[in-house]
């Protein structure tokens, strides 16, 4: 089976039991968050705006900003390695150069540092979802690295082009917010891809990969894969479902906390000695605890990060739109090094050398 690759020589310190529960909690939160976000929106409609936006201020605290607070330590733990000063001085160092000197691209060229922080989370999620597939939901039907990139494309594509389908007037405002922190006419330059022609490009070209995804994953997967598939198949029309039904900056929200950065909590929890024996015996909360340790220090760095980034852009941040216009870029700015540590995990686990 493809997907004992993943789980077998990925380092990881749990043993099936912890390995389950991971599963169980990250669909389970996945799957309720979808549920309850498209319930609410078909029954009430959509909430006002400023609601909107909790979601993602809470992230700053919830998992969402931790999730990446602890890649200084998640390395060395895969490898079965002590963490040394020169482990942490390789992820300082590449958070300070690759963060930098992307910070310095927003400033010179917002629109493209936009644009490369679409494709970057599209990616980056993607991924993210690629690993959880093959060792949370142990699918048997990604057996190649193409059809491995095939699941990438589709699961980072689902939070990243649906909306732009869906939405794309509030697609264009938050693109405005956050280009507008550095140069407040520059937005218009995207004006074309939120043209009817543009997306309906889009919704045609990124329906058909799903669709070729799901029925290859479907002709491929064996006996005992029709299971795993299956979950693969909810998992996939449900986030159609929900970007294409809940307004975007709450459905980013509420996926990035409870879907991406959840997984990847549980994934860091998996090759981390101590609370892997906690999730094997049940011990969420003593796992959790642990979590929470580990990345506090460099959450409130990156809190840190934040600050500098609303000092140095041109206009103080003074809405509530604007003041997460200036938190998603200190993300995206958070993204770019935390993808490169994440993408030498994948290989430490074999994700994309089936
Ligand atoms: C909020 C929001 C958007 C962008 C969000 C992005 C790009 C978030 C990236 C987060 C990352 C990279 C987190 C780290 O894992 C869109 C799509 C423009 C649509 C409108 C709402
Ligand atoms: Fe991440």
Do not use: K, N
């Not at 000695?273 to 580990?294: K, M, N, Y």
């Amino acid at each position: 089976m493809s997907g004992d690759t993943v789980p077998h020589s990925g380092g990881l310190r749990a043993g099936a039991a912890g390995r389950r529960r991971a599963a169980r909690l990250s669909l389970g939160f996945g799957l309720l968050s979808v549920v309850v976000a498209i319930s609410i929106t078909a029954l009430a409609g959509s909430p006002p705006l400023a609601y909107q936006y909790v979601p993602l201020a809470l992230s700053v605290v919830v998992l969402g900003l931790p999730h990446g607070a602890v890649d200084h330590l998640v390395l060395p733990r895969a490898r079965g390695d002590p963490v040394t000063l020169r482990s942490l001085a390789f992820v300082g160092l590449l958070y300070l150069l690759v963060g930098t000197a992307y910070a310095v691209v927003w400033f010179l060229a917002p629109v493209a540092a936009f644009v490369l922080f679409i494709l970057v989370t599209l990616v980056h999620w993607g991924q993210g979802d690629a690993y959880a597939l093959l060792a949370l939901v142990r699918v048997d039907h990604l057996g190649t690295r193409a059809s491995r990139l095939l699941a990438l494309v589709v699961r980072g594509g689902l939070p990243m082009l649906v909306p732009l389908i869906a939405f794309p007037a509030q697609y264009a405002f938050v693109a405005e917010t956050l280009v507008g922190l550095f140069d407040p006419d520059a937005a218009a330059a995207l004006e074309p891809v939120f043209s009817p022609p543009a997306r309906a490009a889009v919704a045609i070209g990124f329906g058909a990969l799903v669709a070729l995804a799901l029925l290859l994953g479907f002709v491929r997967s064996g006996p005992d894969g029709r299971g795993p598939w299956l979950v693969d198949l909810t998992e996939t029309l449900g986030l159609v479902a929900y970007f294409a039904i809940v307004p975007p900056i709450l459905a980013i929200g509420l996926y990035f906390c409870f879907w991406h950065s959840l997984r990847h909590i549980l994934r860091t929890m998996l090759v981390d000695p101590v609370a892997a024996t906690a999730l094997d015996r049940g011990a969420i909360g003593a796992a959790s605890r642990r979590f929470a340790r580990d990345a506090a220090p460099l959450t409130a760095g990156g809190l840190l990060v934040l600050v500098g980034i609303g000092l140095a852009v041109p206009r103080t941040p003074a809405t509530v739109p604007d003041v997460i216009a200036l938190y998603l870029v200190t993300i995206a700015v958070l993204t770019l090094p935390h993808v490169v540590v994440v993408t030498v995990l994948d290989r430490e686990q074999r994700v994309w050398s089936p």
